[in-house]
């Protein structure tokens, strides 16, 4: 069994770690380990020093050595005497807000939890197990739940909680995180993914400061300025040799992460919903579900993390039939046309893409409504038949008739005020009465947190989908959310609409990805700006960056890359000079980083000369040659573009017969030895062979000696090698 217990000690074992918990003699739940599998009680690592000023229980007596303060403590609540950061704080009905959590029973079964209304990692009965252990505040009659799903083939446990009110009174939640892990001992950095709109996901490595350090958002979203993932690792760490951790959080509204190391040197590390946006009135008997947080270790580095990440993510968190089958190779409009065209402009588009070999062609923003620019139109889901003659319907089905299939972009949560729905209901805009509303994009928001709102979104969208032959939708959402408020809900309970509303938008997306499963779903919002695990669980694939410079790609799909599936990554060949930076790259460049991903394009092909088109003929064909190593191979960082002098990344068979290097780099200089990369993941005695040249090499070669790259002339140049098992 994953799942054991022992005088009192708590296993959760995977194929290559152990976590451990244990219930001492107080019945505080404390955390012994997570790492290595050790075939040992690791409780003789716990360390009880008489630290001044740390309280100490009541009936642990004159033990001042007794202190949840210093202890390491499974799931830490605050108010009574634990000073650092906790993972849950309530208001109980008399103003008091202390919880005193102790252990009072478990319960083990075969297979893997669900979340009601939330997304979460899914298993067969056979891949999972759980473990529930429920924590009591004994005066408040406050219950914690603590979900344990471990996957010991996948070296994945994920974690939940639940608050359940079993007393008289309401209380309120102040907060509650899905992720509480104290780490007693070692040197440790941490590495988040900052950014900001057209540069997200920039990795940056700290030491730990003593304090409090954080990375969150309360943007509505999971931000294009931090990402509900963090890893943390030892000094020293690189990605082949080292302990680390990571935790990515299925969610895609207002998050926080907080790490603490205190005064004795340990680290609390919490994650989970942005208490600063959040709060949750319960009732005696209600629930509340925090949602999933994904765990895994490794002390193999942080590649061996990353492949644990991507293939849980691919194959237990996507769903749908496109999870894990190949994805067309397509062609968006938007930086063709903006917002002018007329299906003429775009059948020419198409005319031109069906005979370079690309699948679909995506029609984006300005089909409906009076949509001439961003200032009016959203919200009025019916087709401008002055720009589309004969309706979506016909231009639809000159699409086919070329042999592509046909994609199109919504914006459901928004809405323009100079738009048909907006006049019918201007109470479905989230804003403060008596305040004028803040703008974003010249837009606002629907509030999701109505059910009458979600229901016209889903009547609207299904209809559009079952009248006509879409194959594609793109989910775009283009702004940070404030003015929170919803006549739905009384004053003490206000604060509860931002998680509301996220409930509401993935109750829409459940529906419709379950009614349409032949739609391949693609989560956008204003590139990357809800790139996170509780999004992928409805989208197989999310628009990576609206920044779609060949140079820029390779340092946001790096940070990307450290927890999400190269299949997941929209990514595409644009225009130069590039439409958000300027820069001119050459094609080969821009085509081999959007191969680094789903693969596309997005600009006018009928610009391009002969000789580009032909290129662009060859990008298609070569990444349909690789589609299937791409997606489905393991994905190795070669180089760190944010410290060397180039991206170089490798995808590797899972049989590792074949190999596939890429690259950029980025300044070319004259009189230089040619750079070298050592490769990874590969069969130390085998012989490989590159496609390009026939030269032969044995794995150990490749993997200690390295290859050397190919003569480079110019900035930002591209290259590929080719290896195969001999």
Known sequence: ?????????????????????????????????YGARTDCCMDYLLDYPDVGFAGNPYEAGNRRTYSLNSLPLEYAAGGAGDYRVPAVSVTHADGSG??????????????????????????????????????????????????????????????????????????????????????????????????????????????????????????????????????????????????CMGAALMYSGGFQTQIERDQVDQVRWVMGINPDTFAWKLDPGECFHAPEVILSCSGQGMGELTHRFHHVIRHHVCRGEYKLSQRPVLINNWEATYFDFDDAKIERIAEQAAELGIDMLVLDDGWFGKRDDDMSGLGDWSVNETKLRGGLGRLIGRINEMGMKFGLWFEPEMVSEDSELYRQHPDWAIRIPGRNPVRGRYQLVLDMSRPEVVEHLYQVMS?????????????????????????????????EMPHRYVLGLYQLLDRLTGEFPHVLFEGCSGGGGRFDAGMLYYCPQIWCSDNTDGHDRTLIQYGTSFFYPVSTVGAHVSAVPNHQTGRVTALGTRGTVAMAGTFGYELDLNMLSREEKEQVALQVKNYKAHQDLIHNGRYYRLSNPFEENGAAWAFVSEDRNKVLIQGVVFRAAANVLRMRLRLAGLKADAVYRSVQDGRTYTGQALMTGGILLPEIKGDDAAFEICLEEV
């Open 1 to 33: 069994m994953a799942i054991s217990v022992e005088n009192s000690v708590f296993h959760l074992e995977t194929a290559h770690t152990l976590y451990q918990m244990k219930v001492d003699s107080f019945g505080i739940l404390n955390h012994l380990w």
């Open 98 to 243: 202390a919880l005193d959590l102790r252990f009072r029973e478990y319960r083990i079964r075969q297979g893997k939890y669900e979340i009601p209304g939330l997304p979460a990692v899914y298993a067969e009965d056979d891949e999972a197990e759980t473990l529930e252990i429920i924590l009591e505040d004994a005066l408040s009659s406050v219950e914690i739940s603590l979900l344990y799903g471990v996957l010991p083939g996948e070296d994945v446990i994920t974690r939940a909680a639940i608050v359940k009110n079993n007393g008289n009174s309401g209380i309120k939640i102040n907060r509650v995180h899905s992720l509480c892990m104290d780490i007693p001992r070692g040197e440790w950095e941490w590495i988040h993914f900052h950014g900001r709109h057209a540069m997200e996901r920039q990795m940056e490595r700290s030491p730990l400061i003593h304090g409090i350090q954080e990375n969150g958002s309360t943007r509505g979203t999971s931000s294009h300025q931090q990402n509900p993932a963090v890893l943390l690792c030892e000094k020293g760490c690189t990605e082949t040799n080292g302990f």
């Open 463 to 495: 209809r559009m989908l079952r009248e006509n032959h879409i194959e594609y939708v793109k989910w775009d959402m283009n702004r940070s959310i404030c003015d929170w408020y919803t006549a739905k809900l009384p004053a003490e309970r206000q604060a």
